[in-house]
């Protein structure tokens, strides 16, 4: 049983930034692969971050350079600091686990297996 909550989202104008949290708990240990994960309004869900067990991150190609992924293995948090936030970064964020990143894809929705509630950003120009 895996349990992920989201928080940290809100509202912010463009140029801004925001620091996404996940709480996480369960049977969870160090081999999984973390995500962050996006929906705007009418799309479909896209990847945004993914942390691989080894500490590397992928980042699709609107965010690199501006979100940051990190765990806090000690406090059981994943984050997402997220800079220069532009409106079409607007969506509800979603945490999710999975036990192995799906090569060669780690951001691809389909291959998370635990999802939290999600979050909501709202970035405004």
């Known amino acids: 049983q895996v349990h992920l909550v989201e928080s940290g989202g809100g509202s912010v104008q463009a140029g801004g930034s925001l620091r996404l949290s996940c709480a996480y708990s369960g049977n969870i240990d160090s081999s999984v692969c973390m995500g962050w994960l996006r929906q705007a309004p009418g799309k479909e869900r896209e990847g945004v971050a993914a942390l691989h067990s080894d500490g590397s991150a992928s980042y699709a190609d609107s965010v690199k350079g501006r979100f940051n992924v990190s765990k806090d293995g000690a406090e059981n948090i994943l984050h997402l600091q997220m800079q220069s936030l532009k409106p079409e970064d607007t969506g509800l964020y979603y945490c999710?686990?999975?036990?192995?990143?799906?090569?060669?894809?780690?951001?691809?929705?389909?291959?998370?297996?635990?999802w939290g509630q999600g979050t909501q950003v709202t970035v405004s120009s």
């Open positions: 999710a686990v999975t036990e192995r990143c799906w090569l060669p894809d780690p951001l691809r929705p389909a291959g998370y297996n635990y």
